[in-house]
């Protein structure tokens, strides 16, 4: 399979040349922007004259015994297991009976991982191989949910973590013998740099050749490195999920966005139009990807899936009706999109000026720490007043997935648990913060978890 010149990079309107040593994208023959657009989950087989049918992989029976998982318990590896997302993935494969090895990286908090029964804790990091080797050895299936998300960073370091650490995670899973691997990727892996509303895009919809920033970039490299490994003995397949929420969250969008409405600076920054979104509840996220490890190799391999809600989210309504629950006021006023806009980009300038001037590359953040993103970025601006959708119907008829967590169970089971933490300021303080035994460990800062509102 071959690997193209990378075209351009995010943030300019102009395409930078590609440097020399850095990083490429994997040509996918079987994606859309490669071939004639299809439907997003053909049956893989391809009529011959005279109405028979051809298997476009010879031994398809023979590829998928080798292949599939057992339906019985399996040895799972779970990266960025402290976090927020890979916890809930660690409970997940718990609950299906199957044994987990959690990843997690040397400083990080696993206290609430240790007590958990089936649960093998180990030290690693996505750049030392052979911590990779060790964890990967002796499991059947991984899940790859460690990534560099926030908001802010050279393309160095995103590099360094979604793409080198996801090339070295899939040679460590494929040396150990391991049969599936799941990358959690996201739909900023298609986010361009300019472009307005998009509502039901499916899997058709190729990569771009300009991406927003270097999390959409890396994000979308590491997807096509992931799908283009995809082999006889070694299923592997991407979940894209946008907008994590749900308990346990202390960094991603929501908490963010109830810390700015208890606060009283939250402006409604949709500029009087509807922003159309789908979101994705951390248990069907969890669900998804269960499903993708669990699913026939012959049908998930190599592909790439939208999952989501069952509810199309109207976003700032739902921001409102989430403060509400907590007793916030409503995002106000309202700020037309231009100068909203601007806005983004003057606090961000901002924000980066200072951490040049710390000297170090960081800056203190009022309750964020040294490595707390911008409090508005172009990024965020963008998630926030675009609308997004995604059709998830290939996920349904390829995973069995069909959104078990109900918008409003899952805002039943926030409210639940924020109680049970210790209220909405614990909550958005941190696991630091949360009372009882049942607060979980958080993310380290580099390789945190899947939460960010994602495109």
């Not at 804790?121 to 790859?144: F, I, K, N, P, W």
């Not at 270097?214 to 907008?243: L, N, W």
């Amino acid at each position: 399979m071959g690997v193209p010149r990378r075209r351009g990079r995010v943030g300019r309107d102009r395409v930078r040349p590609r440097r020399p040593g850095a990083a490429v994208a994997v040509v996918d023959r079987r994606l859309p922007q490669h071939r004639r657009a299809r439907r997003a989950d053909p049956a893989r087989t391809a009529a011959r004259p005279g109405g028979r049918t051809r298997d476009r992989r010879r031994g398809r029976a023979h590829h998928a015994l080798r292949r599939d998982l057992v339906a019985g318990a399996v040895r799972i590896l779970v990266t960025g297991a402290s976090g927020f997302l890979g916890g809930h993935l660690v409970d997940g494969a718990l609950r299906r009976g199957h044994r987990v090895r959690a990843l997690v990286r040397p400083g990080s908090d696993a206290v609430r991982l240790r007590s958990l029964p089936g649960v093998e804790v180990v030290t690693g990091d996505l750049t030392d191989e052979g911590s990779l080797g060790r964890a990967a050895q002796g499991c059947e299936a991984v899940l790859h949910s460690a990534a560099r998300v926030v908001d802010h960073g050279s393309r160095a370091q995103f590099e360094a973590a979604n793409v080198t650490g996801t090339q070295r995670l899939l040679a460590a899973a494929r040396s150990a013998g391991a049969r599936r691997f799941v990358f959690v990727s996201s739909p900023s892996a298609l986010m361009r740099v300019r472009e307005g509303d998009r509502l039901g895009i499916d899997e058709n919809t190729p990569y771009p050749q300009r991406w927003f920033n270097h999390y959409s970039e890396t994000k979308a490299i590491a997807e096509q490195y992931v799908r283009a490994a995809d082999g006889p003995d070694f299923t592997t397949c991407a979940v894209r999920p946008r907008g994590i929420w749900g308990p346990r969250d202390h960094a991603g969008f929501l908490p963010r966005m109830v810390d700015a409405m208890r606060a009283g600076r939250l402006p409604d920054l949709s500029g009087g139009k509807r922003v159309l979104v789908s979101l994705c509840h951390v248990d069907n996220a969890v669900d998804a990807c269960m499903r993708a490890a669990l699913a026939p190799a012959g049908r998930v391999g190599g592909k790439a899936y939208f999952v989501a809600d069952r509810e199309e989210t109207d976003l700032w309504p739902f921001l409102a009706g989430v403060g509400a629950l907590f007793d916030c006021p409503p995002p106000a006023p309202r700020i037309p999109l231009v100068l909203g806009r601007g806005l983004a980009a003057a606090v961000e300038t901002g924000w980066h000026l200072r951490r040049r001037a710390a000297g170090s590359g960081s800056v203190s953040v009022s309750g964020g720490g040294t490595d707390a993103a911008p409090p508005l970025s172009r990024y965020m601006m963008a998630l926030l007043t675009r609308s997004a959708t995604y059709d998830t119907r290939a996920a349904r008829h390829d995973l069995g997935y069909a959104a078990p967590r109900t918008r409003a169970e899952g805002l039943r089971a926030l409210r639940d648990w924020v109680t049970e933490v210790g209220g909405v300021a614990a909550w958005t303080a941190g696991p630091a913060a949360w009372s009882g035994a049942t607060a979980p460990a958080g993310p380290a800062p580099d390789h945190t978890e899947q939460g960010n509102t994602q495109s």
